[in-house]
């Protein structure tokens, strides 16, 4: 089955660095999304790795997968207040290839 | 231009009624997918289309139809509306085969039922 988890909420300061973390259960993920989703707007893919690579760095953006651990983050160098928004983790698997979000991490950005 | 876009964006309507929403892609993709995001932020897939068939249909109640006339369309309509329906429901599309599948969304539909 596929169950993606995540912590509701996180704040930081800006220009420190935020990591937000995810867990899934489905052994046969393929690809491990991040999208950022701003305040009554749609999601925004941020980055997504291949389930072969355990990291892959995008500017500002680190993702680190740990797939022995089933264990997804995202690190954000010197966060922002424009970073401010709910962070999703998704995860594809099975046959069709469902994509199954987690339950959202939002990030505040303390000025 | 908008990739993925879905009308309309703001709905309020009566418990009972019936009403759609309407999804069109312009990124060539063939599969299409509605999910549904509830006040907690939930994220839920509804429905996914992959060449007009329907591949993916979680457990929605019946009141939900998806109707997809051709791989650029994705059409959900809802019938006898009750207060949970109340949600953003998202409409999204991807290219089943490609680079990561990433799945491209709309604005989303703020449907409000009262």
């Known amino acids: 089955g596929e169950d993606v988890e995540q912590s509701l909420f996180l704040s930081v300061r800006e220009g420190d660095s935020s990591v937000i973390n995810c867990t899934y259960t489905d052994s046969s993920s393929t690809y491990l999304y991040w999208y950022k989703q701003e305040p009554g707007a749609g999601l925004q893919l941020l980055t997504y790795i291949f389930s072969n690579m355990d990291m892959k760095q995008d500017q500002r953006l680190t993702v680190l997968l740990n797939k022995k651990d089933k264990h997804l983050s995202l690190r954000i160098a010197d966060t922002q207040t424009g970073d401010s928004a709910i962070y999703f983790c998704a995860e594809k698997s099975g046959g069709y290839q469902k994509v199954t979000f987690g339950t959202g991490t939002k990030l505040q950005v303390i000025p | 231009d908008t990739a993925v876009s879905q009308t309309p964006k703001y709905l309020v309507t009566q418990m009972g009624n019936d009403k759609s929403i309407k999804c069109e892609q312009n990124l060539g993709h063939d599969t299409m997918y509605w999910y549904k995001q509830d006040s907690k932020k939930f994220l839920k897939i509804m429905f996914s289309y992959n060449n007009k068939e329907l591949i993916i249909n979680e457990t929605v109640p019946n009141r939900f139809s998806p109707k997809s006339p051709d791989k650029a369309h994705l059409n959900l309509h809802i019938n006898s509306l009750e207060l949970g329906d109340s949600a953003v429901y998202f409409c999204?599309?991807?290219?089943?085969?490609?680079?990561?599948?990433?799945?491209?969304f709309g604005e989303g539909s703020w449907l409000t039922v009262v």
């Open positions: 999204a599309s991807s290219q089943r085969e490609g680079s990561g599948n990433t799945i491209y």
